[in-house]
């Protein structure tokens, strides 16, 4: 292994390891400069896939007022971008993936802001939410959907995508088809879909619409 590879592994292990917020934030913080290349090089597609799934949900709707939530350096949003969608916030709580995302020149505004408390939006503020990569083991837990739902309005769209693993065991599946008893959304479209080529990985891709 070269002396890339190395650190690659060790960051890669401490994003998938980290014991908290603090431990994940320096592990992506050491990784925003190289983020967009060693996915590449991973064969990551979920940030593709996802923006289709969302273009499909809004039916093109190009003036969607879209919160990209966990944007890390921006990919998701640079999708949405080649679709025609044009008004676009960035969320996330590493300074320095947002740092990043910034230097694209993509997003209306971007927001350091920690998805697993009270969000600093208001009620109903998007007709869309896309969340790509980020309920996974040791980021966001399955309370994080309320969030979405509460600045989404009703009759706008959350697109997720949930890795494969973690689908049962974060109690992710659970919360998911609470919200649905519960009628804050009904669900659109859910289907596997590759999210690593390279390792092999799946993910779920979730898409609800918010009820009133
Ligand atoms: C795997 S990256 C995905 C980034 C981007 N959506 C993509 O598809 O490339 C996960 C992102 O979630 C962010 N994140 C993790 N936990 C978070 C939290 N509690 N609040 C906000 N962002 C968080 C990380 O900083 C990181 O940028």
Not at 2 to 16: A, C, F, G, R, W
Not at 17 to 34: C, I, P, V
Not at 67 to 85: H, I, N
Request: net charge negative.
């Amino acid at each position: 292994m070269t002396d890339k590879e190395i650190t690659k592994t060790e960051i890669l292990n401490k994003v998938y390891t980290a014991d908290d917020h603090e431990q994940l934030r320096d592990a992506y913080k050491a990784w925003a400069t190289d983020y967009d290349s060693d996915l590449a090089e991973l064969g990551y597609v979920a940030h593709i896939t996802s923006a289709e799934a969302l273009d499909q949900a809004l039916g093109g709707n190009h003036e969607a007022v879209i919160l990209d939530a966990g944007s890390g350096t921006g990919l998701v949003g640079e999708e949405l971008v080649k679709r025609g969608y044009r008004t676009l916030d960035a969320l996330d709580y590493s300074w320095e993936m947002l740092d990043e995302a910034a230097s694209k020149n993509i997003y209306r505004s971007l927001l350091q802001a920690n998805m697993t408390m009270r969000l600093p939006l208001e009620d109903n503020a998007y007709d869309a939410v896309i969340c790509t990569g980020t309920f996974t083991y040791g980021h966001i837990t399955a309370d994080g959907f309320d969030e979405l739902v509460r600045v989404t309005r009703p009759g706008g769209v959350i697109t997720f995508t949930v890795r494969e693993g973690a689908y049962e065991e974060y109690g992710y599946r659970a919360r998911m088809l609470d919200l649905e008893i519960k009628e804050a959304w009904e669900l659109v479209s859910f289907y596997d879909t590759p999210y690593q080529i390279e390792e092999g990985n799946v993910c779920k891709m979730c898409t609800y619409r918010v009820l009133g």
